[in-house]
């Protein structure tokens, strides 16, 4: 999905309600990105310290 393309918003609701009846679970990012005893580099991966 691309922020501003032109059939995303009447895409969304229809893309969120399947993934949520294959199972999945919808969470920020925030609750992906390990915390503690990691550190992220410059590509963004996380690796343990």
């Known amino acids: 999905m691309h922020n501003g393309a032109k059939y995303t918003p009447e895409a ?3 893309v969120i309600t399947g993934l949520k009846d294959q199972g999945y679970e919808l ?3 925030s609750k992906l990105i390990y915390t503690d005893e990691f550190t992220i580099d410059h590509t963004g ?3 343990k310290k």
Do not use: A, C, G
Request: hydrophobic content about 35%.
């Open 12 to 14: 969304l609701e229809k």
């Open 27 to 29: 969470v920020p990012i």
């Open 45 to 47: 991966k996380q690796h």
